[in-house]
């Protein structure tokens, strides 16, 4: 759940989530079976975007897959730059977040006509959200369904012929966990009532359980409310935080609808850990990528609990280390992303591979990273990126993506050997042929020369046996920091349970971090952030001292 400016989730009991291991595995689609054929097809009736077999397509039959974020406009119109940085990072999509006026105030057909403007102009799929239904049957604030669908109807005359560049998605997480059965009867409701006053968009609708689902009545009703739109251009949303902390909740969910033929997207989804549990983004983006499904992060900037701020304060160049994993981590925006061909991006009939990169050749040998150059691959209609991956034996794993012919991979064991390559990609997601491998082995390690270096830490929260923490390191030297190590000991016998932005390992009270791929170089001035989860007694002492690949740190 997202309410005002805050990343505040609601949160089953401790019961009913101990029950969702079992719900996820044993709750079926009920009616899900392959999906019901309408009176004409999809591609006949729907306009622009529309679903077919399944899939989102374009207007011209091209599959697309939405990779981008959430953006709360409603609660901060001012910051109309965040569209342009968002597409500057590489999204291809952003959610937008509005009111309908029942809760917060209303978002203008003026407002929204400019919101749709500025997706256009940044080349972007504008999914627009009314967010005053979040959390209906529970949080007495929330709007229904209905009210939402009469805002929309008062923006027909905006919204009509953007069918191209537009997805409604008609309210945000429109009920909580009290009686979740009852969304089926007002999603249905709502969504004729929008194909009765002539929208032909796609129309998106989010699940109860505050978006996650956790009791799977989205999932085994899925295919009535889908029959219940006549053009069949009707698309799910989940959204997924601590509720999907295995990849086997992940895939399950996933492949429910996928194997029933129905479309779906991650709507939201958070990484960070928080006292309710820590979520497998890793599993999301992973079986986004596999199954060909969209997702959209939560949120660029401005929650009241920063923890899932992408950017910090509305800042692109300072990307937190969430911001970090999605846009340019493995799966990640960087990687994955291709332009909507209704903006001249990917070309639907190019069926043509890049030709094979040069060799690549290693540079800035060091103890946990190298620099790979290779001499660049060229495209009948253009590269659009390049994936780098380890070679080990008969089989390789990707390590890391770039968009340029030079990469630093990060995460590295020192003094140890690797055999890395790489392949070229185009915008139709075509891939050439694998580069030579080149082998290199890293450095011994120790004290890095000139590093300098500050650390703050802090408790961000606490419970009677655990606390969440955050480590944010800052480069104060005068050259980047490519690879590091940070050390620190705890006092009280607290134990790291989980992280993110980095992988902990803990020797009795020392504890020795490695970089995560994307928060591995730290730009001279720049910063980057670890958080963790860790158990504790009653006593939570902070550490004193950091040491950076060796060098003592000043504490912030």
């Not at 008609?170 to 059965?181: A, F, L, S, Y």
């Not at 009791?215 to 698309?235: E, F, K």
């Not at 591995?520 to 004193?544: C, E, L, M, R």
């Amino acid at each position: 759940m997202r309410t005002t400016r805050s990343t505040t989730r609601t949160s089953p009991f401790t019961a009913l989530l101990t029950a969702l291991a079992t719900l996820l595995g044993i709750v079926v689609l009920g009616a899900l079976g392959p999906a019901t054929a309408h009176a004409q097809s999809a591609d006949d009736l729907a306009t622009g975007l529309h679903i077919s077999d399944g899939r989102l397509l374009e207007g011209n039959g091209n599959d697309f897959i939405m990779r981008g974020v959430n953006h709360a406009h409603t609660w901060y119109p001012g910051e109309t730059q965040s569209l342009a940085d968002i597409k500057a990072l590489g999204a291809n999509t952003v959610r937008v977040v509005l009111s309908d006026g029942y809760r917060w105030s209303e978002n203008s057909a003026a407002d929204v006509a400019a919101i749709v403007a500025q997706c256009k102009t940044n080349r972007l799929i504008c999914v627009l959200e009314v967010h005053d239904t979040t959390g209906y049957g529970e949080d007495a604030a929330a709007g229904t369904l209905d009210h939402a669908a009469d805002y929309w109807i008062g923006l027909k005359d905006v919204l009509a012929g953007e069918e191209d560049y537009v997805v409604i998605n008609i309210g945000n997480e429109p009920w909580g966990n009290t009686n979740p059965e009852g969304w089926t009867a007002p999603t249905i409701a709502a969504v004729q009532k929008l194909r009765n006053a002539g929208f032909e968009h796609t129309i998106m609708v989010d699940a109860p359980n505050w978006g996650q689902d956790w009791q799977g009545v989205m999932r085994a009703n899925a295919q009535s409310v889908y029959d219940a739109d006549p053009t069949g251009n009707l698309i799910f949303s989940i959204h997924m935080y601590s509720v999907y902390n295995t990849a086997q909740k992940v895939t399950d969910y996933l492949h429910a609808f996928v194997d029933a033929g129905l479309p779906i997207l991650i709507g939201e989804f958070g990484g960070p850990a928080d006292q309710y549990g820590d979520p497998d983004e890793d599993a999301m983006m992973a079986t986004a990528e596999q199954l060909r499904l969209g997702y959209l992060a939560w949120s660029w900037s401005g929650n009241t609990d920063p923890i899932l701020d992408l950017a910090i304060d509305f800042d692109p160049s300072r990307l937190s280390s969430w911001g970090q994993r999605i846009f340019n981590g493995f799966n990640g925006i960087a990687q994955t992303s291709r332009e909507a061909t209704v903006y001249g991006g990917a070309n639907p009939g190019d069926t043509q591979a890049p030709s094979t990169p040069g060799t690549p050749t290693a540079a800035a040998v060091g103890a946990t990273s190298v620099t790979l150059t290779w001499t660049a691959a060229t495209d009948n209609v253009g590269v659009t990126g390049y994936d780098i991956v380890r070679v080990n034996g008969g089989s390789e794993t990707t390590v890391a993506a770039s968009t340029t012919n030079t990469a630093t991979v990060t995460g590295l064991t020192a003094d140890t050997a690797y055999t890395f390559a790489v392949y070229a990609r185009d915008a139709a997601g075509n891939r050439s042929t694998r580069s030579a491998t080149v082998s290199v082995t890293t450095d011994k390690g120790g004290s890095t020369p000139g590093v300098g270096c500050s650390v703050g830490y802090r408790v961000v929260g606490e419970w009677p046996d655990g606390f969440q923490g955050e480590i944010t390191v800052r480069n104060t030297g005068a050259t980047t920091i490519n690879g590091w190590t940070l050390a620190f000991a705890f006092a009280d016998g607290q134990t790291v349970t989980n992280m993110w932005g980095g992988s902990p390992t803990q020797n009795g009270g020392t504890v020795s971090v490695a970089p995560a791929s994307y928060t591995s170089t730290i730009p001279a001035a720049g910063t980057v952030t670890v958080g963790f989860t860790a158990t504790k007694g009653t006593t939570n002492t902070n550490p004193t001292a950091f040491t950076l690949s060796g060098t003592s740190c000043v504490t912030a």
